[in-house]
């Protein structure tokens, strides 16, 4: 995976390698490099299988991570491509050109985290979700008990223990 | 026999690409198919357009199943998260349990005992014979054949009954947790194994004869359906779907995981990539793992340690990381995307169902021009299991 | 509201114009009645036999439980023994196993199909997640109680239950129906603004009649 980042360098400019695996690495980089970098990867080195693209979001440093996972299937490697795209209005390049199944998952991050892909097909559709208008469920700031506890009617019996708490209690009563 | 769309009589584009149809025309009418209707795998709905008895456009329509696990395992921690992942794939939950426990174990840097591994493969083939069971039956049911569910239905219920003395239960068995196993083989599992099997080999060679030298399946199946070789990778397509085009994609001989380096197989290929050659490639398949269970059962250490050395599991911290660990399910490629953040808790979890890419834009694709009978039979032959799609 | 369901003027195909409001013309806003017991108890008595020994499942999966359904059908636990079958319609069908957890999505179809399904009709609520979310109490997307939004007569607890508890819950709900206490039908048309009330509570992309039949 080394020399394929060292090839990669020359061309791009890019971040950090880290080898997960020997057949899996993620590489990070910037917002603008990821289409040329895609179609380098796609076309010159035979990563054709789009894998997953999906995101994470770092709350805490107002960002979210886009993961684009690559596979090649000649050499049994997979490549990840990590990019940060800021949380206010997050809005990220379309490549459902390149390749025609990331319209789904675009469709699915638009919904769940509210990462908008401009041009990409009946992106603003509903998808998962059905008359949705809270915010976006994936989001960490979103608290899904609390949801739940408000929206739902709830049956009343239910005891819910935390299981550190619990254990706690009942292997030290005596709370040593 | 490449199948060749006639698109004369059919709606003209418009200019930004879509379809011009004009439904107060009267010529064409929606219709929709699912998520109430005998025809449809699992809780999904088709939204088609058709054009007297051929569809013009088909609309894939998610999200009926959808609770929010990727969710809910961020608010678990990690051992809290083993007992609801298995629900989310509901006919062959165990692929979810293996993922999850080996993207965990490489992030927290554990290495499951060899003895585990060996009962974890045999657990992953066990339900890969159960769901292709499954398959066949839903296959010879959407063309009309009612009868083969009923035999494949019985023998997948034996199958069921050699997890439930394994594990516990019948459908969700929880059994593969980071770490290793939770138990050893019960005595004289082997043999009663045994039996099972050739009960199954007897019913796939009935199977056989009634259903895939039938020549009404053969009439309807053959040349319809056919997923385009060029667009296997660029739609994402993996397992027998892509195997039936030649492509030789299975993840247990490209990345191979688990025991399966030691074990005799080769992938099961297919040439004309229509409903006939994957289900057909399917039927083979299925062999192929009973086989491969026979192989398991003779090769594996009699005895073994469970599991590895894991921390306490209430206070279990997994540093920061991510990877992305992959099984070859039935329907091909499942894979676990995990993130950890040095917390308790995982950071994310993304599911990679195989059915996602499959069911939706491929769907979509291969949907026009098909007669609206045949919609139920190409659905099934994609093989979708829609709780993984939606999660 | 969605456009297909809006009031508009539609050029047939014989040239002709004409005005369709589909929530007025294609379906019926008349809520459901309480059906009343037969003139006489002997008769009532007869009828509820009938109809516990006929008991015709709706085929909807609506979750995970629909998984048990296919070893119900097939020889080795053979439902149909017992007069239970499996019909593909709404119409045919007088009972509905809600197989599991229900998103938000679902319980909309399958209040749709429920008010379709003619009187008399059960409803079984199949798995823990019916009874109070099970697995699925914290989830975003999933009802809590099936009860609030469909009249249940039986539940069957598990997650999942397996075969055989089915089949205990069909005996049970016919022991049910033959003592005339499954008015599950009857209490939905009585108590028709409450769950009314509840479901437009949690389904907000409501583009439906009060009561479709």
Same mark, same amino acid.
């Given at each position: ?74 050499? =049994? ?12 209005? =997050? ?61 739902? =009617? ?9 299981? =550190? ?12 | ?24 025309? &009267?010529?064409? %009418?929606?219709?929709?198919? &699912? ?46 998260? @083993? ?11 165990? @692929? ?95 043999? /009663? ?20 030298? !039938? ?29 039936? &085009? ?103 979890? !993304?599911?990679? &169902? ?7 834009? %491929?769907?979509? /694709? ?26 | ?8 003027? $539609? ?22 009645? +309480? #059906? ?18 006929? $008991? ?29 079958? *499996? ?29 379709? #399904?003619?009187?008399?009709?059960? +409803? ?10 099970? #697995? ?23 997650? #999942? ?51 479709? *039949?």
């Amino acid at each position: 995976m080394h020399e394929l980042y060292e090839k990669l360098k020359q061309y791009y400019p890019l971040g950090e390698l880290t080898e997960q695996r020997n057949n899996l690495a993620f590489i990070t980089l910037k917002q603008e490099q990821l289409r040329p970098v895609l179609l380098h990867l796609r076309d010159k080195e035979n990563y054709t299988h789009l894998v997953i693209l999906t995101a994470v979001d770092w709350l805490e440093d107002n960002c979210f991570q886009l993961t684009y996972l690559l596979s090649n299937r000649t050499n =049994a490697t997979d490549i990840g491509l990590r990019l940060m795209i800021p949380r206010d209005n =997050a809005t990220m390049e379309s490549i459902h050109d390149i390749w025609p199944t990331a319209a789904t998952y675009q469709r699915e991050l638009r919904e769940m985290f509210g990462i908008d892909f401009p041009e990409s097909p009946r992106v603003n559709e509903d998808f998962i979700l059905e008359g949705w208008n809270d915010i976006p469920p994936y989001r960490r700031d979103f608290d899904t008990l609390k949801f739940s506890e408000e929206t739902f =009617a709830q049956r009343p019996g239910r005891e819910t223990k935390d299981p =550190a708490e619990h254990m706690k209690q009942k292997l030290y009563p005596d709370g040593a | 026999m490449a199948y060749q769309p006639d698109r004369s009589q059919y709606p003209q584009k418009k200019a930004d690409g879509s379809l011009d149809i004009d439904l107060t025309s &009267g010529k064409y %009418l929606k219709l929709w198919q &699912g998520p109430q209707h005998p025809g449809i795998t699992g809780n999904m709905s088709v939204e088609l357009t058709v054009c007297g008895d051929e569809v013009v456009e088909g609309i894939t329509h998610v999200g009926y199943l959808h609770r929010g696990f990727e969710k809910l395992m961020e608010r678990r921690t990690f051992i809290q998260c @083993f007992p609801i992942v298995c629900r989310i794939c509901v006919p062959e939950p165990d @692929f979810n349990e293996y993922c999850y426990a080996a993207a965990v174990e490489e992030l927290a840097g554990i290495e499951a005992p060899e003895y585990a591994n060996w009962i974890r493969t045999l657990i992953l083939e066990m339900g890969r014979i159960n769901s292709y069971l499954m398959y066949c039956g839903g296959q010879a049911g959407s063309f009309g054949m009612g009868v083969i569910s009923q035999w494949t239905t019985y023998v997948r219920d034996l199958m069921l009954d050699r997890f439930e003395e394994l594990t516990g239960a019948r459908i969700y068995h929880m059994f593969i947790l980071p770490g290793g196993v939770r138990d050893r083989l019960p005595e004289g599992f082997a043999q /009663r194994m045994e039996e099972t099997l050739c009960e199954i080999e007897s019913t796939m060679s009935d199977v056989y004869d009634t259903m895939y030298c !039938n020549a009404v399946f053969k009439k309807r199946s053959v040349g319809v359906g056919v997923i385009d070789v060029d667009l296997m990778d660029s739609y994402g397509v993996t397992g027998p779907n892509a195997r039936a &085009g030649g492509v030789a994609k299975d993840v247990r001989k490209d990345q191979p995981y688990l025991v399966y380096p030691e074990l005799e197989f080769e992938p099961i290929l297919g040439q004309d990539s229509d409903i006939y050659t994957r289900a057909d490639v399917r039927r083979q398949d299925l062999l192929q793992s009973v086989d491969l269970v026979r192989q398991i059962l003779a090769k594996m250490p009699k005895e073994g340690a469970l599991m590895a050395k894991i921390p306490s599991v209430m206070h279990w911290k997994i540093p920061r990381g991510e990877t992305y660990v992959r099984g070859e399910c039935s329907r091909g490629e499942y894979g676990y995307y995990l993130v950890t953040d040095g917390s308790g808790y995982p950071r994310r979890v !993304n599911v990679r &169902g195989p059915s996602y890419t499959h069911a939706m834009a %491929l769907l979509e /694709r291969m949907i026009v021009n098909l007669n609206i009978a045949d919609v139920a039979g190409l659905m099934v032959s994609l093989h979708t299991y829609p709780p993984e799609i939606e999660r | 509201m969605k456009e297909e369901l809006e009031k508009r003027i $539609i050029k047939g195909p014989d040239g002709l114009e004409f005005e369709v409001e589909p929530l007025r013309d294609y379906y019926c806003e008349a809520p459901p009645t +309480v #059906m009343p017991a037969a003139y006489s108890k002997i008769v009532e008595d007869l009828f509820n036999w009938a109809r516990s020994e006929s $008991i015709w499942i709706l085929g909807f999966g609506t979750g995970c439980g629909a998984i048990e359904m296919r070893p119900l059908m097939t020889p080795r636990f053979d439902a149909y023994r017992f007069g239970v079958q *499996w019909r593909p319609t709404p119409r045919q069908s007088n009972l509905f196993i809600i197989s599991g957890y229900l998103s938000v999505k679902t319980l909309k179809r399958v209040i749709r199909s429920y008010e379709q #399904m003619q009187n008399p009709k059960y +409803v079984i609520g199949l798995g823990s997640c019916t009874i109070n979310g099970g #697995m699925y109490w914290d989830s975003y997307n999933t009802i809590k109680r099936l009860d609030q939004y469909l009249p249940v007569d039986l539940y069957i607890a598990g997650c #999942m239950p397996r075969p055989e508890a089915l089949l205990a819950g069909f005996a049970d709900l016919k022991k049910l129906i033959r003592s005339g206490k499954a008015e599950g039908a009857n209490e939905y048309a009585e108590k028709f603004e409450w769950y009314k009330a509840n479901q437009k509570r949690v389904i907000n992309d409501w583009d439906m009649p009060d009561y479709n *039949w």
